[in-house]
């Protein structure tokens, strides 16, 4: 017990000397502007600065020498002198292309100095081989920022002519800024214009004359101001590309080039750089070059809005940022209004309509045999000489004459009897085209359904793409902190690259839905369209009452009363009975036809008028004390006929229609058959679908929550690599399954209202209420 109450006392002892011997250290730190977001940076800067070096010294960071030099030379080079003379500071941390220009000119450092942050490869030169900068007390943190290397991955995501280099007005004056891009574009062989600003407002003029742009200004500019300025790139439909910060990828820059996990390893860099300077290490045999692994960010966004030709072969290394359901659109359609566009628009039913008229001019012919036929005519004849001389001026050698002729149909049963035949197929005809209508909505649905379904889809491999890329990063960190091997990182790097392949095939998928859908809306194929369905996408109700649908069906007894009256509701509606109904009266009318024409004749009145224009030559006189023909007279008389026998074609033509009668009842009787079928198999799937809706909910939410523990434990080291893909490919594959159920419900719905010949999204709220209040009527009273 003493010796334990000693060694205690030894240990507290030891604890409190160490104390007392911990010096403190002053870091200065030297930026250009200041900017609010960074100071969730700087915290942890500071944070891990202190877990580093804790064990050394007290680090300590004063106010007064935290010092903005508000993009001025003359304040950046007061601020350094100012630190340098303190006796306070020990250290300074220095970022900000002012400051580091600044300071890089000077020859000796009295302190310790850290250069860091905004600078770029291009404008600093070391010799080759070089991986300190043999200054003593000086050290920078480079990271792979290079003009040259952005510009030329830029130029192979898109081969622009003449690029548009955005820079502060600024960094022109201090950096060879002009030197160092002929040189570079040079090499690449491209066109490029500075634009340099100091203001937004200065931007969109600097923008004619180039046909894409690179970012590498604006830093300072205030969140607005770089909306602002991306905007402006944007409504131009210009590329756009970037390495600055990932927040401009959110803004709208189309491309990005960021470092991996780089805020990470750029603190822990600092924190260690300032430790040696602790211990006495001088930063000038310290290395450099910060290697960070780096990522392509695409914003899916930008590329729909500025119609960018993205090349399926580059999403494969990009990392896909933006709302993929925010893609840019002309034009938004609900079931309701694709439908109504449609019928309008619609080429193959604007020719289906013209059998209507065709019908219809059918039925004006044959009532046209019962207008007046009218004809005239003008005759010039002459004749032998000889002949009209001897003709006693009954026929002169010259005449002129003209006729008028008229014909009327009083009565004729072929006539009637196809007047008849021809309104009976007209009405088949319009109930053809209507049920030709209600296929094409049905059609129609199933596209849009399909497209629906390749739209979540989509949506789903988009979000599959992002937590999969999350657990890549998880890996890496793992790995970098020792918990997990290379093997993981290598095989989320594996499920990285499916996972973006799978969303190339998705969204290829979902534009070649979207086509068919401006296919048959008569759209440009290319037109810029999104769908969405009411109870998917928002949270608004249905016209059609499904859940009391679906209360009804899952009970037996009532099940068959609603059964039977939907088979009722659809036998009366079908347009298909409809259609063969009017052929069946029509080949009746066409047997009475062939019936009665051996009883009834055909009558018709005809008459005339003849008039001599004119006589001359010989035989134009008569002879004295004859009396020849007036030059004008007419005629009129009553034609009956009745055909007695006629190749025996009018009993052969009665057997025909007749036949055709039985053919068409039976066509009729299955037809009614196929109905009631139909109804029945689509009453017991919509059930089913609705139980797969309910239990795909609760597997997707199951499925999301035991992925969230995973990626947590996974996280931890908890967990292998197995476990965590099985759980991610669970719940992905439980997404999917229940947007498929989503639909298809819906789409058997509307295989529902076809068989009824009855869309509810298409008929006024009134009208639904009547058919539902007719429902509840029949379940009521018939037992």
């Not at 085209?433 to 909505?441: C, F, Q």
């Not at 009256?565 to 009017?582: D, G, P």
């Not at 047997?591 to 051996?598: D, N």
């Not at 055909?602 to 224009?613: D, S």
Request: charged content about 20%; overall charge negative.
């Amino acid at each position: 017990m003493k010796q334990l109450i000693l060694l205690s006392f030894i240990l507290l002892n030891a604890t409190w000397i160490n104390a007392q011997n911990t010096k403190e250290y002053s870091v200065a730190i030297l930026g250009d502007e200041y900017i609010h977001e960074n100071d969730s940076i700087l915290n942890l800067l500071k944070a891990e600065i202190k877990s580093v070096v804790s064990q050394e010294a007290t680090v300590v960071f004063k106010k007064e020498y935290y010092l903005m030099n508000q993009l001025s030379q003359e304040k950046a080079k007061e601020n350094y002198q100012t630190v340098v003379n303190s006796e306070d500071v020990d250290l300074i941390l220095s970022f900000g292309s002012f400051n580091n220009f600044v300071i890089a000119q000077n020859k000796a450092f009295p302190k310790p100095v850290i250069l860091f942050g905004v600078i770029n490869d291009d404008f600093i030169e070391f010799p080759e081989g070089q991986n300190t900068s043999q200054v003593k007390n000086l050290t920078y943190i480079l990271t792979p920022k290079s003009y040259k290397e952005d510009l030329s991955e830029f130029k192979e995501m898109y081969p622009y002519k003449k690029v548009g280099i955005i820079l502060d007005e600024y960094l022109t004056e201090i950096y060879p800024v002009k030197e160092t891009l002929d040189k570079i574009l040079g090499e690449i062989k491209s066109e490029y214009k500075i634009i340099s600003i100091s203001s937004v407002n200065e931007l969109d003029a600097q923008l004619e004359g180039v046909d894409a742009v690179y970012i590498s200004g604006g830093l300072y500019f205030s969140m607005e101001e770089k909306q602002r300025m991306i905007d402006m790139i944007n409504n131009r439909n210009l590329p756009s590309y970037t390495s600055l910060v990932e927040e401009f990828s959110s803004l709208g820059v189309l491309f990005n080039t960021q470092p991996v996990n780089e805020l990470n390893q750029f603190l822990r860099r600092i924190a260690l750089n300032i430790e040696a300077a602790v211990l006495g290490s001088d930063l000038s045999d310290l290395p450099i070059y910060l290697d960070v692994e780096t990522k392509l960010l695409l914003n899916i966004e930008t590329s729909f809005r500025i119609n960018f030709p993205l090349k399926y072969s580059f999403l494969i290394k990009t990392n896909i940022v933006g709302n993929a359901n925010n893609l840019a659109y002309k034009k938004s359609y609900y079931l309701d209004n694709f439908v109504y566009q449609l019928l309008e628009n619609n080429l193959s039913l604007k020719a289906s309509k013209y059998d209507i008229n065709l019908a219809k001019q059918e039925i004006k012919l044959a009532n046209s045999q019962y207008l007046p036929n009218l004809t005239s005519s003008v005759t010039g004849s002459h004749i032998d000489p000889d002949l009209a001389e001897v003709s006693n001026g009954s026929n002169p050698e010259y005449t002129t004459s003209g006729n008028v002729s008229v014909e009327q149909l009083l009565f004729s049963e072929q006539a009637s009897g196809n007047i008849k035949i021809q309104k009976k197929l007209a009405s088949a005809s319009e109930e053809n085209y209507n049920a030709t209508e209600k296929d094409a909505i049905l059609d129609a649905g199933v596209t849009f359904y399909n497209a629906l379904i390749a739209k979540a889809n989509y949506l789903i491999n988009d979000e599959n793409l992002r937590v999969t890329r999350k657990n890549f990063e998880i890996a890496q960190q793992n790995y970098s902190a020792g918990q997990t091997g290379k093997g993981d990182v290598l095989r989320w790097r594996s499920e990285l690259a499916l996972a973006t392949q799978n969303i190339v095939n998705a969204y290829t998928n979902f534009i070649q839905a979207m086509h068919a859908i401006n296919q048959l809306l008569n759209n440009p194929i290319d037109y810029k369209i999104d769908i969405k369905h009411s109870l998917v996408d928002e949270k608004t109700e249905d016209q059609f009452d499904y859940k009391g649908l679906i209360k009804l069906i899952d009970d037996p007894i009532l099940r068959d009363k609603l059964l039977k009256y939907l088979e009722t509701v659809a036998i009366e509606n079908a347009h298909e009975l409809k259609s063969l109904q009017f052929n069946i009266e029509a080949s009746e009318r066409s047997a009475k036809l062939y019936q009665r024409s051996k009883f009834l004749p055909t009558i018709a009145l005809q008459g005339g008028y003849n008039h001599t224009f004119s006589k001359d030559g010989k035989g134009s006189t008569y002879p004295t004390g004859i009396v020849g023909a007036p030059d004008g007279y007419y005629n009129v008389g009553v034609q009956l006929s009745l055909p007695i026998f006629n190749q025996n074609q009018r009993s052969l033509n009665r057997q025909k229609s007749l036949i055709q009668q039985k053919q068409l009842n039976i066509q009729k009787e299955n037809t009614e058959t196929l109905i009631k079928k139909n109804v029945n198999d689509i009453v017991y799937a919509l059930l089913s679908l609705y139980t797969n809706i309910e239990l795909s909910k609760l597997t997707t939410k199951t499925a999301k929550e035991s992925l969230e523990l995973m990626q947590i434990s996974y996280s931890n080291g908890a967990i292998g690599i197995t476990s965590l893909i099985d759980a991610q490919q669970a719940y992905f594959q439980a997404q999917q399954q229940q947007a498929s159920a989503g639909y298809n419900f819906y789409l058997t719905l509307l295989q529902m209202e076809r068989v009824l010949s009855y869309y509810f999204f298409l008929n006024p709220d009134e009208e639904n209420q009547i058919f539902i209040q007719n429902l509840q009527n029949y379940l009521l009273t018939n037992n």
